[in-house]
T-cell receptor, first 109, second 116 residues
């Protein structure tokens, strides 16, 4: 069966460090992969999209990698700040957009 | 420019009652999506519309759920009769064009539904 896995445990890091979040999937052949940020009580907000033929995509302090052989995407936030604390969701674009359950990131000062 | 607008923000109802959730997509967007979010199951796609026509309703849990999009600026999700297991946050989202999966979704703030 199709599955998208993100770490269910919160990731705690110190301000200034690089946060790395993982998204693994099985039985999908996504053409695109998207990352969203969700704050408590709010809807998800789009951050980045990466295509299957792209290895890496950057936007300011954010970097996403996409390895279709490993069936994995990594999401990095460099020089993390307390304001980056949120839940981050990956979404696989197959026939529709299917979301993982997300990983909570907590950045402490 | 206003984003996706959902109402109500919170709904508390008793089992067996009818619940109607409302959504106004971003003007000019042609695709509209209804998602449900719970801790156990995460964010699940219920149904999506393209140009007001339902394209995929395979995620609708059962016949108690129905969705309509009478025009480009309004959609409803109805649950009748509601049950406690329907308690969740319901999100509406819209995207610019034909629901192609390379497009980003714009989400509303959600409706927190509690069925007692």
């Amino acid at each position: 069966s199709q599955k998208i896995e993100q770490n269910s445990e919160a990731l705690n890091i110190q301000e200034g460090k690089t946060a790395t979040l993982t998204c693994n999937y099985t039985n999908y052949s996504p053409a695109y992969l998207q990352w969203y940020r969700q704050d408590p009580g709010r809807g998800p907000v789009f951050l980045l999209l990466i295509r299957e033929n792209e290895k890496e995509k950057r936007k300011e302090r954010l970097k996403v990698t996409f390895d279709t052989t490993l069936k994995q995407s990594l999401f990095h936030i460099t020089a993390s700040q307390p304001a980056d604390s949120a839940t981050y969701l990956c979404a696989l674009a197959d026939s529709t957009l299917t979301f993982g359950k997300g990983t909570m990131l907590l950045v402490s000062p | 420019d206003a984003g996706v607008i959902q109402s109500p923000r919170h709904e508390v109802t008793e089992m067996g009652q009818e619940v109607t959730l409302r959504c106004k997509p971003i003007s000019g967007h042609n695709s509209l999506f209804w998602y449900r979010q719970t801790m156990m199951r995460g964010l699940e796609l219920l149904i999506y519309f393209n140009n007001n026509v339902p394209i995929d309703d395979s995620g609708m849990p059962e016949d108690r759920f129905s969705a309509k999009m009478p025009n480009a600026s309004f959609s409803t999700l109805k649950i009748q009769p509601s049950e406690p297991r329907d308690s969740a946050v319901y999100f509406c989202a819209s995207s610019l064009s034909g629901g192609r999966t390379n497009e980003k979704l714009f989400f509303g703030s959600g409706t927190q539904l509690s069925v007692l």
